[in-house]
């Protein structure tokens, strides 16, 4: 049996266009361009070539982008200060500040800083805290990510087993919360966690948001299980470049499982994506605009 390959660039590439086609309907009906705040600081190599791509796909979706890159010792007040500027700038309906931020920094009070209905990262404890009250809210991009392509192999989640490895605020943690709105029964494991790979097997749904290359072992997935990548580990190649993987060994993942995201092009593709969706979300709510259809 080989296993589906579940593929995020095609998912991602359809995501985006709706997005497009919606955000051309709300500036032809209501005069209204999404706009987007994206604040670098520093010159991480990684967070760089993110930064670059969230602006291009921005733009290609027909909704403005502003880029804001600070020194790495920036002062505090003065990221603190830029947030304030975003946070009432009418052109500006959603801000993500580019994590992580340089030492010195403290990202727990800068994102305490965004505006929530301007937070489409999903990271303000307001709507950490809406997500986990099972209310409407601003949802982080990855987790948001992770839910559309299982569906794209199983419609409804409804009773199904799942699993995620990873609690983190950023991923592990959100995605439970968006499968326990499916109606999906869920499992959060972590470095803590005893015999995980028998709490795998019983997963028809498996989540892996850990960052350790190849820690899920084909033995630990349950037959026809659906299998979604979450982590990134760069390896230096041969050639002096990097390589992407992920944290499923995904040839062996392939023999067992249903369906199988790869790394690269699977959550990764869908995480821009949906910061997309997120910035038109908000820019609708702040706009008193109905939800648009993406
Ligand atoms: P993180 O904050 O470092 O969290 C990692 C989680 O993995 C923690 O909860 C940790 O448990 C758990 N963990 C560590 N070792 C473990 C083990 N041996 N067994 C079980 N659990 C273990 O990382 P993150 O921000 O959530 O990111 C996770 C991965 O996803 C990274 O590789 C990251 O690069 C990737 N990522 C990808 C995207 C994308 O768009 N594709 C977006 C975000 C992140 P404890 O809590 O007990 O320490």
Request: hydrophobic share 45%; glycine share 10%.
């Amino acid at each position: 049996m080989t296993a589906q390959i579940i593929d995020g660039k095609i998912i991602a590439a359809d995501l985006r266009a709706r997005v497009a086609d919606e955000v051309a309907r709300v500036k032809r009906d209501h005069g209204l361009t999404p706009g987007l705040a994206v604040v670098l600081v520093g010159n991480d190599p990684a967070s760089e070539v993110y930064v670059r791509s969230k602006h291009k796909q921005t733009q290609a979706a027909g909704m403005a982008s502003f880029e804001h890159v600070l020194p790495a010792d920036v002062a505090q007040a003065d990221l603190l200060a830029l947030i304030a500027k975003l946070n009432t700038d009418p052109a500006v309906h959603g801000i993500l500040v580019q994590l992580p931020l340089p030492k010195g920094l403290d990202t727990e009070k800068v994102i305490a800083a965004i505006d929530p209905a301007k937070d489409v990262d999903g990271l303000h404890p307001h709507n950490a805290g809406r997500l986990a009250g099972g209310l409407p809210a601003l949802s982080p991009c990855t987790p948001l990510g992770c839910i559309i392509l299982t569906k794209s192999v199983h419609p409804s989640l409804e009773g199904m087993n799942a699993i995620v490895i990873g609690r983190s605020n950023l991923v592990g943690r959100p995605l439970v919360q968006l499968l326990l709105n499916e109606n999906a029964t869920v499992t959060i494991a972590h470095s803590r966690s005893r015999d995980l790979p028998s709490l795998c097997r019983q997963a028809d749904l498996v989540y892996a948001a850990v960052g350790r290359a190849e820690m899920v072992r084909g033995d630990w997935i349950k037959p026809g299980a659906t299998v979604i990548d979450v982590g990134i580990t760069r390896v230096p190649t041969a050639e002096g470049k990097t390589r992407l993987i992920g944290d499923v060994a995904f040839d062996e993942a392939m023999k067992v499982a249903g369906a199988v995201t790869p790394v690269p092009g699977g959550v990764g593709q869908m995480t821009v994506a949906c910061l997309l969706v997120n910035t038109l979300r908000a820019a609708c709510a702040i706009k008193g605009l109905p939800a648009p259809g993406v």
